[in-house]
């Protein structure tokens, strides 16, 4: 009986230890990594915004699904979501309360009058931040080690819109209007800048703000000058209603140029379908999503799991976490402080290109798309 009970207890321990060392992830520990979204998800351009959380939340999805193993802990990822309202001041609460909540990243904001600001609360308590979608050149002009953007800046937006204007719809005379923004007046002055040097006249220069609907009387001034076309540096929120007021006021002929905040999906029901549509070039930072190297696989799971709420930066917002992610797996820490210089030497296959960043924290090798409206469905043009 001793003899032949001893093996039994021996061979049942032996398993047990054979068991454990086979899985090891039941005997780690699991750690939660926060990372956190921050952009404007209220206010009138909310559908952006969310778009751009939408992107992170898969992203975390797919990353949870790789069961990840970082400094010997299993990750288990989780978003915090933060609105910022599109708000400088704003903004700035939000980065200083991710600051102190410990966050392990940050994927935002959405423009570049909140992320400027933001970007300098980060780099004051080092923590890493990627925006999706802000393209004024100030946004990394400051050098900071934590700051990174994942699509084209505005010298490359305003100068691509400019020359499509004179080389492909000979375009003579141009009415500029701008939202006073960091964004919409960064991007305006590079366009009039290259228009001028192409040959291109600037009969006219108005300004409004991010929170107007009434077009009107800026409308009717430009109408006098007779442009060939009218630029605008602002939001889709405002390019809607001032598209549907163009062709009250009998502008339905004249070009629309404008950068990605206004190149979105929502476009055309914010223009309430007018007829100016057919006139509009818009140009976003990065390839379509029909020509992104995973762009129609990752489309086709985002429709199914936010149906009809795709805008623009969601892919650009999915990869940022994800090179958040590769940048910790190669630094073997979830620490800020050791895995951020891991980010500025990224060689990271994305779903929106292949990302690597200059030491200023630009893309290498950003690209542009123009987009038009047919049959009130935006379009790529390249």
């Known amino acids: 009986m001793q003899k032949n009970s001893f093996p039994r207890v021996s061979l049942g321990l032996t398993a047990a230890m054979l068991s454990l060392t086979a899985t090891p992830s039941l005997a780690q520990d699991v750690q939660t990594v926060r990372i956190?979204?921050?952009?404007?998800?209220s206010g009138g351009i909310a559908h952006i915004g969310k778009d751009?959380?939408?992107?992170?939340?898969?992203?975390?999805?797919?990353?949870?699904?790789?069961?990840?193993?970082?400094?010997?802990?299993?990750?288990?990822?989780?978003?915090?979501?933060?609105?910022?309202?599109?708000?400088?001041?704003?903004?700035?609460?939000?980065?200083?309360?991710?600051?102190?909540?410990?966050?392990?990243?940050?994927?935002?904001?959405?423009?570049?009058?909140?992320?400027i600001p933001a970007s300098s609360i980060y780099n004051k308590c080092g923590l890493p931040n990627i925006?999706?979608?802000?393209?004024?050149?100030?946004?990394?002009?400051?050098?900071?080690?934590?700051?990174?953007?994942?699509?084209?800046?505005?010298?490359?937006?305003?100068?691509?819109?400019?020359?499509?204007?004179h080389d492909a719809l000979k375009v003579k005379t141009v009415a500029v209007i701008d939202d006073r923004t960091a964004y919409g007046q960064g991007l305006a002055d590079v366009f009039k800048a290259t228009a001028k040097q192409k040959g291109i006249q600037v009969v006219a220069e108005e300004y409004t703000n991010d929170k107007a609907t009434d077009f009107t009387a800026i409308i009717t001034a430009i109408k006098s000058k007779k442009p060939d076309a009218?630029?605008?540096?602002?939001?889709?929120?405002?390019?809607?209603?001032?598209?549907?007021?163009?062709?009250?006021?009998?502008?339905?002929?004249?070009?629309?140029?404008?950068?990605?905040?206004?190149?979105?999906?929502?476009?055309?029901?914010?223009?309430?379908?007018?007829?100016?549509?057919?006139?509009?070039?818009?140009a976003t930072g990065g390839a379509s999503v029909?020509?992104?190297?995973?762009?129609?696989?990752?489309?086709?799971?985002?429709?199914?799991?936010?149906?009809?709420?795709?805008?623009?930066?969601?892919?650009?917002a999915y990869d940022a976490t994800f090179v958040l992610a590769d940048a910790m797996k190669r630094a073997d820490s979830v620490d800020p402080k050791v895995y951020t210089p891991f980010?500025?030497?990224?060689?990271?296959?994305g779903v929106t290109a292949n990302i690597a960043f200059t030491p200023k924290g630009e893309l290498t090798t950003p690209a542009v798309t123009l987009y038009s409206f047919k049959s009130n469905q935006r379009v790529a043009l390249n």
């Open 230 to 282: 009218i630029f605008y540096g602002g939001l889709d929120a405002q390019a809607g209603p001032m598209l549907r007021q163009m062709e009250q006021l009998g502008l339905g002929q004249v070009s629309y140029f404008g950068g990605d905040a206004m190149c979105t999906e929502k476009l055309a029901e914010l223009a309430s379908m007018a007829g100016t549509l057919k006139n509009v070039t818009c």
């Open 343 to 349: 980010i500025g030497k990224t060689q990271f296959k």
């Open 52 to 115: 751009t959380e939408n992107g992170v939340r898969m992203a975390i999805d797919d990353l949870n699904a790789q069961a990840l193993v970082i400094g010997g802990k299993r990750i288990k990822f989780e978003i915090m979501a933060e609105d910022d309202a599109g708000d400088p001041r704003q903004a700035t609460n939000v980065a200083q309360k991710l600051c102190d909540a410990k966050v392990a990243g940050v994927v935002g904001h959405l423009q570049s009058g909140t992320t």
């Open 290 to 316: 029909q020509k992104m190297q995973g762009g129609l696989g990752w489309k086709q799971k985002y429709d199914a799991r936010f149906p009809g709420q795709f805008q623009v930066y969601s892919p650009y």
């Open 36 to 41: 956190a979204h921050a952009g404007p998800t």
């Open 131 to 165: 925006t999706a979608s802000a393209t004024n050149p100030d946004v990394t002009k400051r050098g900071y080690p934590t700051t990174f953007r994942l699509i084209a800046n505005d010298n490359a937006l305003g100068a691509a819109l400019a020359y499509f204007a």
